[in-house]
């Protein structure tokens, strides 16, 4: 069963018991409260209206007039001495806090800067923590020339495998000292 105006609320005041019609709550609130929807075509059209209530809204079609709204339409509310825009088609004016941020280079470190915050520093990178390359590193890595693929795990261990000599050492010229060669021409057997 839905309500209707027509219909009677109890209400009790200070002992006493009354009735009213709902058509009387009604607009008790609309006078009140502000429960009024307008439509109308422009922000013109808009401060035209008459007898708002608090609380009473107003969709403008055109809400281009609004300083705020580029385009489209947007929602107002009456607040009892001016609107309040509460939405719009192209989004709410929200003014995000940022700084504008900068970077200042040094040997050592980096600094990120902040026109409105804390600056924060970029440490050199090491064995454990990420950070940035400092020129002695891209010196470094800067005079590495390689043409082709290159293991370097394969390089290391052929650079430092053993070395052996063929022959003895009475027909054997060279002699091995570690990873130093060398020649002795006493070892050489004289010619028949």
């Known amino acids: 069963m839905a309500l209707q105006g027509s219909d009677y609320f109890i209400i009790e005041r200070a002992g006493a018991v009354y009735h009213t019609l ?6 008790y609130v609309e006078e009140n409260v502000g429960t009024s929807q307008f439509d109308v ?17 107003v969709f403008v079609a055109d ?9 489209g ?9 001016a609107f309040t825009k509460v939405a719009e088609a192209e989004g709410m004016d929200v003014a995000a806090g940022g700084a504008d941020l900068g970077y200042t280079a040094a040997p050592t470190q980096g600094t990120v800067t902040s026109s409105s915050g804390t600056n924060a520093i970029l440490p050199a990178a090491d064995g454990t923590n990420a950070g940035l390359m400092v020129p002695a590193q891209v010196s470094k890595l800067g005079n590495i020339t390689v043409t082709g693929t290159v293991n370097l795990d394969s390089l290391a261990t052929a650079s430092h495998a053993a070395v052996t000599l063929g022959g003895n050492a009475n027909t054997n010229p060279l002699t091995l000292s570690g990873q130093v060669l060398g020649f002795s021409i006493s070892q050489l057997t004289a010619a028949p």
């Open 22 to 27: 709902g058509s009387d709550i009604l607009a």
């Open 41 to 57: 075509a422009d922000i013109t059209a808009r401060n035209a209206i008459s007898n708002l209530s608090i609380g009473d809204r």
């Open 63 to 71: 809400a281009s007039g609004d300083a705020t709204v580029s385009t």
């Open 73 to 81: 339409w947007a929602i107002y509310v009456w607040r009892g001495s």
